[in-house]
């Protein structure tokens, strides 16, 4: 008598949804576009009809699931079952989620944040190989991060756990950060911050460099180009910002894994594209700097999930709700 | 019907024994010498022998001891019940501690290492509040922790969880580290990393102070020194060393912040005898490169449980270890 787990990851763009069977297996999956008009109040309501149309359609009673889970952006009120500064989707004041889902659904209902529950994903069904402790740090636009102890996720006092984009990495000469804060990671170690290091480091560099010229001359640059001028042209100011690129990245793991000595550490997001080659540098700064014991156990590795990390985390967030 | 708990706090002088009744009260409490001759083989015998001797000295049957809860220095394996490396017990080689525990009480048996045990002591009669998530920073000759989640001890993938004293903190001038590496918090942070500072930065100040002419004579020095010159005498030189000191601790306990926003940092160990005016300092840069979110709720503040915070950890594990 299997039952399902219906996963909901939530974006700006789309919500996507998938059902999931007790072997962790996506069995049927499907997506709505994110309507923030309304200031974003049609979403949920959107949601709540298409798992409606879904189940109906395909003729499966209510009974045969054992739970919901939601990943989404925002700040959660897991007490209040409630979400707020979710800016993406036009969610500024509080909106009451879990009242809502509980309403239409008498199923048991969970939600966490979409990096908390990527995180989630990759250390049940991806790279982190459903080792006790990983933690995963999300390279995109900015640096995000999700602390999984015990199987189970790191909220924090205030849920700010996780927040491994704005550890302070520079304190000589840092660069400003959006949060009001200097010198985080995440002005150096997203996608953005790879840009940074390469417009901030133009006068530190004497040699031929394509990357250099293009930063001269004002062209677009991105972390792709860098990343890709590095690996295929061996550009070498590409290679210099690649190197004090991966010597930030390999300092927070560092200290992340002389605080928690975690099975693995988990390189997600966009910039997690340049794999091995970003893996390896990483690795090499991160052993530099932590402790014996804790670089010869504690693993660097690329996200596997891609996409799917977000639908896999919030199917487990309703398995480890349910086992509490 | 109420049981109690037997908590051992093993020393390289003594190990400390105390009963707990069910408020967490220590009810009696006495000590054995630490008799580290031959390998150390005799520390667990004579331990056993003196609560053998407590027992039917004070009539107490086993069957009122719910689980005796160890903590002692070295590197334990928690599925085999064995402790290794714990130096200052001479204890070289494998000790096979729980089969002796096991064999002498018909009771539940668990142990955990001291700076861990520490922690968990703090966490849960101490300045931890009993809050879920608190991390200990324990600054003696060197630099421990024990990081709490859940109220639970994380161990990691090594048992290295905690080594905040290996956590790199100074890259551009480190000082060497007796772990192998280089620029760890311990160099800087410790009651001899105090000492360091003193030592490297003599030249970085031109001004009058005992303290510096303290250290140009080859006085000796000791962080209690400096800390005492700092606050009582307001020695210029002491005060800019105490700057750089907690300067490095605000950065080590902001990265850990930023990774768990947990309730407390509980700051231990000899240094922490400074109190107000150690916290009060490594508050204002701990705030500095915090999270704003995180710097707002998780609280730097110093340890209550001084001596006791081993014997109170002793006995939670036993909790902890029952229900789980």
């Known amino acids: 008598m299997s039952k399902f787990i219906i996963a909901i990851d939530l974006g700006g763009t789309s919500a996507k949804m998938g059902v999931l069977n007790d072997n962790a297996e996506i069995i049927d999956r499907w997506s709505v576009e994110t309507d923030i008009s309304q200031e974003g109040t049609l979403i949920v309501p959107n949601i709540i009809q298409s798992i409606q149309g879904f189940l109906n359609r395909e003729n499966i009673s209510i009974d045969d699931i054992k739970g919901i889970g939601l990943g989404t952006p925002g700040t959660i009120n ?26 239409a659904f008498p199923v048991p209902f969970f939600m966490d944040n979409d990096a908390n529950v990527a995180a989630l994903g990759e250390q049940w069904q991806g790279a982190g190989e459903q080792a006790d402790n990983v933690v995963m740090v999300t390279l995109g636009t900015g ?30 000469d840092p660069i400003d950060c959006t949060c009001g804060k200097k010198g985080c990671l995440e002005t150096v170690a997203s996608a953005t911050g790879a840009v940074n290091l390469a417009t901030k480091h133009i006068n530190d560099f004497g040699g031929q460099s394509e990357l250099k010229s293009m930063v001269e001359r004002g062209d677009e640059v991105s972390a792709y180009s860098i990343f890709q001028k590095a690996e295929e042209d061996q550009d070498e100011y590409a290679l210099y910002i690649v190197d004090l690129y991966v010597d930030y990245l390999g300092r927070a793991f560092s200290h992340i894994a002389n605080t928690l000595n975690p099975a693995n550490i988990i390189i997600g997001g966009g910039v997690s594209g340049s794999g091995e080659f970003l893996r390896s540098r990483v690795e090499k700064y991160f052993k530099e700097y932590s402790f014996s014991q804790i670089r010869e156990t504690s693993k660097v590795v690329i996200a596997k999930l891609g996409n799917d990390a977000g639908m896999f985390g919030a199917a487990q967030i309703v398995n480890n709700g349910l086992n509490k």
Not at 79 to 100: C, I, K
């Open 78 to 103: 897991h007490e209040e079952g409630t979400v707020v500064s979710a800016y993406n989707l036009n969610w500024r004041t509080v909106q009451h989620v879990r009242d809502q889902f509980q309403e």
């Open 143 to 172: 640096v995000g991060g999700g602390v999984v102890i015990d199987g189970q996720l790191v909220h924090g006092i205030n849920q700010a756990a996780g927040e491994i984009g704005h550890m302070t990495i520079e304190f000589h």
